[in-house]
C-alpha cells in the first residue's frame, strides 16, 4: 500500500514527496480548498480511523463507502458480469477486508471513472487486482499520479464486454462518463456518479459546472449534455451517494429535468 499523502477535502492521493501546498483538484472552482485551509491525511491514518462497508444492492453489483464518511463521501460499485467485474469510480480507502471480499466476487478485470474528483488512490486499487484504469484523454490533466494501469482513451464511448460500456457525457468535466450496463435491468442500468445529480426528493437530476459551487453550466451545454443522456436506453440511474437508487420512471426525471432548463 502506498504511503502517499491524501486530501483530507477530496480523497485525491499524491504520490509521496509530490504533494503541491494546495490539491490541484480543489483548485479548481468545480471542487474547494476549505476556509480553514488545506489538510492532508495517509493511508495508515484512513485505515486507523476509518472502515469500508459493503452493501449489496442487487444481485449483480454492490456499493462500498467510507464510514465514518471521508472527503467528499463518494460511494464506489463493484459491478459484476461475467467477462469481468468493474470497479464505478473510487473510494480514497483501500484495506485487505475490502480486497478479500472483491477477490471473493472473482476480483476486477476494469475501473471506470465519472470523473476526476474520484480519481483517489485508483492506482493502489488498479496495482491490488493487476487491472486497467479507463480515464477519458480530455480529463487527462487531472491525474495526479499516472501509474502504469492508467489507460486513456478517446471519442464518444469505449466498450467493456457483455455489452457494458462507458460513454462520454461531458458537463461536468469535459470527460464526465456514465457505465452502462444493459443486463442489469429490463432497459438498463446507468451508474452515473455526479455527471448528473439526483436530489434528495428523488424527483430531480441536476447538471452542473460544479456542484459544491452551485455553478451551473451553460442552457446550450445542459442541452448536449441532455441529448447525449437521451440516445441510452436505461430504466435506473445509480448516482454517487448512497440514496442516489432511482429505480422508478428514471427517464421521465431527467426528461422533467431537462425541460426546467428548456424553459
Keep these: 500500500m502506498s504511503q502517499s499523502r491524501v486530501c483530507v477535502t477530496c480523497g485525491t492521493q499524491y504520490p509521496s ?5 494546495l490539491c490541484k483538484i480543489c483548485e479548481d472552482d468545480r471542487q474547494y480548498v476549505p476556509v480553514t485551509g488545506q489538510s492532508w491525511t495517509s493511508q495508515d491514518v484512513l485505515r486507523r480511523k476509518h472502515a469500508v462497508r459493503v452493501n449489496r444492492l442487487h444481485e449483480k453489483f454492490y456499493e ?18 461475467e467477462g469481468g467485474n468493474v470497479l464505478w469510480d473510487c473510494i480514497p480507502l483501500l484495506d485487505e477486508p475490502t480486497i478479500e471480499f472483491i477477490k471473493s466476487r472473482g476480483g476486477l478485470s476494469a475501473i471506470g471513472f465519472s470523473h476526476p474528483h474520484y480519481y483517489s488512490n485508483m492506482n493502489d486499487w ?3 487486482f493487476d487491472c486497467p484504469i479507463y480515464i477519458h484523454r480530455a480529463d487527462e490533466q487531472w491525474i ?25 457525457i461531458g458537463g461536468h468535466f469535459p470527460g464526465s462518463s456514465v457505465l452502462h450496463a444493459p443486463s442489469l435491468s429490463q432497459e438498463g442500468t446507468m451508474f452515473c456518479g455526479d455527471t448528473m445529480n439526483l436530489s434528495p426528493s428523488m424527483k430531480h437530476l441536476a447538471i452542473m459546472y460544479s456542484y459544491p459551487n452551485l455553478m451551473p453550466l451553460p442552457v446550450h451545454e445542459v442541452a448536449r ?10 430504466d435506473a440511474v445509480y448516482g454517487f451517494y448512497s440514496y442516489q437508487n432511482l429505480t422508478d420512471n428514471a427517464r421521465d426525471v431527467l426528461r422533467e429535468s431537462l425541460n426546467r432548463y428548456r424553459e
Design 225 to 234: 449534455v441532455g441529448k447525449r443522456l437521451e440516445a441510452i436506453p436505461f
Design 64 to 81: 462500498m463507502e467510507i464510514v465514518p464518511r471521508f472527503a467528499i463521501g463518494q460511494r464506489a460499485f463493484l459491478v459484476m458480469s
Design 144 to 168: 495526479v499520479d499516472r501509474g502504469k494501469h492508467v489507460r486513456l482513451w478517446d471519442g464518444d464511448e469505449e466498450a467493456l464486454w457483455d455489452g457494458m460500456r462507458i460513454i462520454n
Design 126 to 128: 488498479a496495482e491490488a
Design 17 to 21: 514527496g509530490t504533494a503541491p501546498e
